[in-house]
Structures are given as C-alpha cells and as structure tokens.
C-alpha cells in the first residue's frame, strides 16, 4: 500500500505534468504576431514614404481615392473622408500610417499588411540601397572636386565600369559638361532597384555617385 507521501508525491507529479501540458498548449494555441514595423524591415524591396515627400504623397492618394470612388466608408475610415466632394489629399492618410506601422499582424500576407504596404510605401530605389549599405550620396553642392575628379576619371577610356545609359566622351571637360555625371547618376539613384540595366550597374553607381 503507498504511503501518504508517495500518493502526494504522485499526486503532485501529476499536477505538474497537468500544468506543463496545460501551457504548452496554451502556448501553441496563441499565434505569434508581428508589427507591421519588423517586416517591412525584412522587405528591402519597400521602404516608408518620408513626411514632406509632397509628390510620393500625391502618387498615393490618387491611388487611395481611385480604389475608394464613390464609396460611403473608406477603406481605412480617413478622418475627413467625403465620398461627394473629397479630392484634394487628406492629412489624416499619412496620420493613418504612422499609426498603422505598430499594427501587430500574422504575416505579410494579411490584408493589414498588404493595405499598409500599398498606401504607406514605394518601391526602394538605388538610392536607398546606397544607404543600406553605409553610403552616402554625393550632394549637388559643395563637393565640387569630389564630381570634377569622378568626370575626369569616369571619362578615361580605359574606365570600364560605367553607369547604364551613361556616356561621357574623353575630350569633353567639366568644365562644360558638368550636369552629365550628376544628372547621370540622379537618374540612376532614383531609379528602382528592380531595374535590371542599372542593377547590372551598380557598382558603378556606388564608384561615380557616392562616397563612404
């Protein structure tokens, strides 16, 4: 016959398996989630519209009020919303994404996700790329010899490494030609970097339009 101990000792045993049963599957019925924020993290291919880019805003919003036409509710219930008469860009679009951005959600798969990813942000271009990798762009202004010895070396014939669409002849100065590197290589920054011919390019954009 067990003694009092060992039916405690049992009995307690039992509870603890019970617990831990209990938990697991407590634990495996709560689904892990994720704020919008940490995946659009993982998604190099999207980044965020910043405030103050007026014509990306506009871009959107176009886009928000064609998908919404003639509707009473808005897809994401925007302060101000009025389906008669709403045109011109409502503020409370770029409130919305800023709160939005905390949404927890499952995956990128997830409406929540993909509306935020459609209203909230572009297509990352090489510029942006250029940042990810520590970067910076060269300014328009104020880094004058930086350009001038970028012409002057990119200019040589024996310079392979070239920017798409991109032709400076060996006799042209800087002088004379000096919007040719950095219109080239403004074009190449803001194209998207899903652009086959200026991906192939990019080490020569890193070479010609940045310093690190």
């Not at 959107?60 to 509707?71: A, D, R």
């Not at 310079?159 to 060996?170: F, P, R, S």
């Amino acid at each position: 016959m067990p003694t009092f101990m060992q039916v405690l000792t049992g009995a307690g045993a039992t509870a603890g398996v019970s617990t831990a049963a209990y938990w697991g599957i407590s634990n495996w019925q709560r689904e892990e989630t994720f704020s919008i924020r940490e995946l659009l993290a993982q998604n190099r291919s999207r980044v965020l519209i910043s405030s103050g880019e007026e014509s990306r805003w506009e871009k959107i919003w176009t886009e928000y009020k064609s998908k919404n036409t003639n509707k009473i509710k808005d897809s994401w219930s925007l302060e101000g919303w009025d389906h008669t008469k709403t045109q011109t860009r409502l503020p409370s679009l770029e409130v919305k994404c800023s709160t939005e951005i905390s949404r927890e959600v499952k995956s990128i798969e997830d409406k929540e996700y993909r509306d935020f990813v459609t209203y909230c942000t572009r297509e990352a271009e090489f510029q942006d790329r250029l940042a990810w990798e520590g970067y910076k762009v060269i300014p328009d202004s104020g880094s004058e010899q930086t350009w001038t010895d970028n012409f002057n070396e990119y200019k040589k014939a024996t310079n392979q490494l070239k920017i798409h669409n991109l032709t400076i002849g060996t006799n042209e100065e800087y002088s004379q030609h000096a919007s040719k590197l950095k219109d080239g290589c403004k074009t190449a920054l803001s194209k998207p970097i899903s652009d086959e011919e200026y991906s192939q390019s990019f080490e020569a954009i890193k070479r010609w339009c940045a310093t690190k």
